[in-house]
């Protein structure tokens, strides 16, 4: 079993910055991709962004592309979101989730075996 816990979610203006982080623990992560997710009110859940185990292939959603980043600690099992720039349509709760068994990250939360309680993110005109 994985738990994943999300901080860093908040309040901000538009153009403004934040760093989500997303802790691991229980069964390690090795070897596994990792993935950001977000959901709007009345909107469905959809995908931000995804690294590989490595680090070294990192895939975004086009709505986000050029204003976030994500990257991985391995050694202390965390994975950040920075998201600079931010959009009042950025708003909403964020997700990560450990994709099971493969190295690659995917745009599909149905490839993701386990999820974080979600961390909200609010961004004001």
């Known amino acids: 079993q994985v738990q994943l816990v999300e901080s860093g979610g908040r309040s901000v203006q538009a153009g403004g910055s934040l760093r989500l982080s997303c802790a691991a623990s229980?069964?390690?992560?090795?070897?596994?991709?990792m993935g950001w997710f977000r959901q709007a009110p009345g909107k469905e859940r959809e995908f931000v962004a995804a690294i590989s185990w490595s680090g070294g292939r990192a895939d975004y959603a086009d709505s986000v592309k050029g204003r976030f980043t994500i990257s991985r600690d391995n050694a202390n099992n965390t994975v950040y979101l920075q998201m600079n720039s931010l959009k009042p349509e950025d708003t909403a709760v964020y997700y990560c989730?450990?994709?099971?068994?493969?190295?690659?990250?995917?745009?599909?939360?149905?490839?993701?075996?386990?999820w974080g309680q979600g961390t909200q993110v609010t961004v004001s005109s």
């Open positions: 229980g069964r390690t992560f090795s070897g596994r991709a």
């Open positions: 989730a450990v994709r099971g068994s493969y190295a690659y990250p995917s745009v599909k939360s149905a490839d993701y075996d386990y």
